[in-house]
């Protein structure tokens, strides 16, 4: 008995130190990013950190301040250089902490902190720099970088790893101005063998640690383990840590992130649908925000009559409805006045174009958008004619989820038709997703 005693003890105390070396290595590293403000890329991009356990290592620099990189939209960029080396004066001669640096807006990481530290350190580098397929900005520079038996032969940096004094010598080779581009200087740097050797500087060719898409959308597969997903690397048979929609990949980026860093899973659905929501309560009606609801008879439509209903059955207090109804059918005439004439007084406002004010289809939209903002609604639900809700509680539901845009997935029985695009092509048309037939067959929620 004593000597279990003693083994069990051992554990304990082996768990506890094991334990307090992840939280001391976590609390050595520092996470960079640039960002201006709080988009929905970069909202997604704290998200995932807080789900992997390290948002309180990321550090954000040029917040609420302008953007002096250019428009980025060619080259551009080195204001991120410029703020990076003012936030390491303090770690330059740093020898043992770690510093990650991603960009902000098209980042999510995929991993806890302890673990990118962990594969990066087997690299034996000093600083290692994420890898593309494409020689950019410059193209001439490729004949340039040191041949590679596999894997993506060309520095990108929208994200690299390093350690303190060794990432602040390299800022500190040349001064560059904030328009300048900070992809090119990191290649320079790169592309020189002195200074390459002496920081033993390496790039993750075969993505073990940062996956950037443009280029390589067909070698990356989305996959899923028990209930979480995750990225497989096909081609390098790698599960990239840190992933990056860089270039043309940002829509590609987008659909992954629906799944990644614990967004959805199989059993319990969308997670990150969770985020945000809020719950109206039944016995405070009054605290509701007000809300239009725009109706829009196009096209002689059966059934109008239940679709009314439908719209009357709605729980949310009435008292905080706008009403804008749009109708171009003369024959609907009777059904919507009949409407107003049963249940319109309830209604918070009510306005109404018939075929009379010869009002087209897009110039209603608009008319119903402005009719919205004169009111001061909160929110601007539109419904065409066609379209019934048979929730009652679609309208409450959908304004509990606090989204900028949201609405529900329409489908028709038995088809592969519904009002959910699931990707968007090059020319700017409708695209057919991977998801495409489990999410309007309702196997992906």
Known sequence: MMSCWLIYSFLIVLCTFI???KQETNADVLVFTVASNHT?????YLRSARVQGFEENIKVLGFGQPWKGGNMKSIGGAYKINLLKKALKEFKNDTERIILVTDGY??????PLEDIVSRFKLFDARILF???GFCWPDKSLASQYPAIGRGEPYLNSGGFIGYASNVYAMLTTSKVKNSDDDQLFYTK?????AFRK???????HEAEIFQNLNGAVAKVELRFKRNEAYLQNIAYNTVPMIIHGNGQSKVILNALGNYLARAWSPEEGCLNCRDAITELPNDHQQTYPPILIAIFIDRPTPFLEELFEKIYQQVYPKSKLHLFIHNSEPYHDSVVQKFIDNGGSEYKSIKIINFNDHIGFSAGKTLAMQYCLSKDCSGYFSVDSVAHLDNTYTLKLLVEQ???IVGPLLVREE???SNFWGAVADNGYYARSTDYMDIIQNKRR
């Open 19 to 21: 334990q307090v070396t």
């Open 40 to 44: 929905d890329g970069f909202k997604r």
């Open 106 to 111: 098209d980042v999510i990481f995929l991993m």
């Open 130 to 132: 994420s890898a593309e």
């Open 189 to 193: 740097i790169y592309l020189d063998p």
């Open 198 to 204: 002496n920081h033993k500087i390496k790039v993750d």
């Open 402 to 404: 606090q989204r900028g």
């Open 415 to 417: 088809q592969t038709w």
